[in-house]
């Protein structure tokens, strides 16, 4: 495993405090881009730090946590390398690394507590990108 981005706004930061305590319990390293408190604050200027770092190759995968998922989402999803998955049960991770590779697990800091966020972590982190029929429709989500 490389070294896994994090990045969260205020409504995430308690969940994002869990994952790295789950990620440091697995051995795993991480990045932590912010933000580093329950301060109101604005997810883009975390999101887009991780996002660049993704596409750099600096971190793979990456994780982000706002309130809903949507709003960071959104964001780490105009970078054009980044593959970001909005995920709240551990189905939609399985599907989503199966099926389109993500990059980036999303998770609705509001919506879901530990225990889901561990299965679905654990089901983003154990699935493989299944390639194939897949990969062709990969190839044509970036804008040219």
């Not at 997810?43 to 770092?53: K, M, Q, R, S, V």
């Not at 709003?71 to 189905?91: D, F, V, Y």
């Not at 879901?112 to 299965?119: F, L, N, P, Q, S």
Request: glycine fraction near 10%.
């Amino acid at each position: 495993m490389g070294v896994i981005g994090l990045a969260s706004d205020h409504a995430g930061f308690e969940l994002k405090e869990f994952v790295k305590t789950w990620l440091e319990q697995k051995g795993w390293e991480y990045k932590d881009f912010g933000t580093y408190s329950t301060e109101s604050c604005d997810y883009p200027d975390f999101a887009h730090p991780l996002a660049l770092a993704v596409e750099a190759g600096e971190c793979y995968p990456g994780i982000g946590i706002c309130g809903s998922g949507e709003g960071i989402s959104m964001t780490l999803n105009k970078h054009q390398g980044i593959r970001a998955a909005l995920c709240w049960i551990p189905e939609i991770a399985h599907m989503t690394r199966l099926h389109n590779d993500a990059n980036v697990l999303v998770m609705p800091g509001r919506y879901i507590d530990t225990d889901t966020a561990a299965k679905i972590m654990e089901e983003f982190f154990n699935t493989e990108f299944e390639g194939g029929r897949h990969q062709a429709r990969i190839d044509k989500i970036p804008v040219r």
